[in-house]
């Protein structure tokens, strides 16, 4: 894939986030046409990992939504599979580790600088105002994850 496709992924990730979907569904629609999947299953797949896993501010949802694409690229699906278990993990930890160098946490309450993660756990969404986007690290996030899962097998 080139930079140009891949920059377009994430553009049009960070469209989605600017929507209104969450970091997740914004990682995983961008890309699911690439694995035969269309939006709206991509979008409802990825629609409870937004806001740290359902706003409970645990693992960022970008990250999550790339480790959703991982698991379609390079999941197996044969029960006992130890093998393509482990070379998934490998790949999903790899991911991780490059998110969390180049972001500097994998959790959605230290990306949103929160001193604790019960600070704002509430299941309702912020509305999406332009305060909101000026105080949020999310949009590129949501970049960030496109561009490392696509750029992965790239190196």
């Known amino acids: 894939m080139t930079e140009s496709e891949i920059e377009s992924r994430a553009e049009r990730a960070m469209e989605l986030f600017r929507q209104g979907f969450n970091c997740a569904q914004s990682v ?62 490998v790949r999903v930890q790899d991911l991780a580790n490059r998110f969390k160098a180049e972001n500097g946490s994998l959790i959605c309450a230290e990306l949103l600088g929160m001193a604790q993660v019960k600070a704002d756990r509430s299941p309702e969404p912020e509305a999406r105002t332009e305060q909101y986007y000026r105080k949020r690290p999310c949009v590129e996030m949501v970049g960030n994850a496109v561009r490392n899962f696509l750029s992965y097998d790239n190196q």
């Open 28 to 89: 995983v629609a961008a890309c699911a046409d690439m694995f035969g999947i269309d939006e709206q299953t991509a979008l409802c797949t990825a629609a409870s990992f937004g806001g740290g896993i359902g706003r409970m501010r645990q693992t960022c949802g970008a990250a999550c939504g790339m480790f959703i694409l991982e698991g379609w690229r390079s999941g197996s699906a044969i029960a006992g599979d130890h093998e393509g278990k482990s070379r998934n993990y």
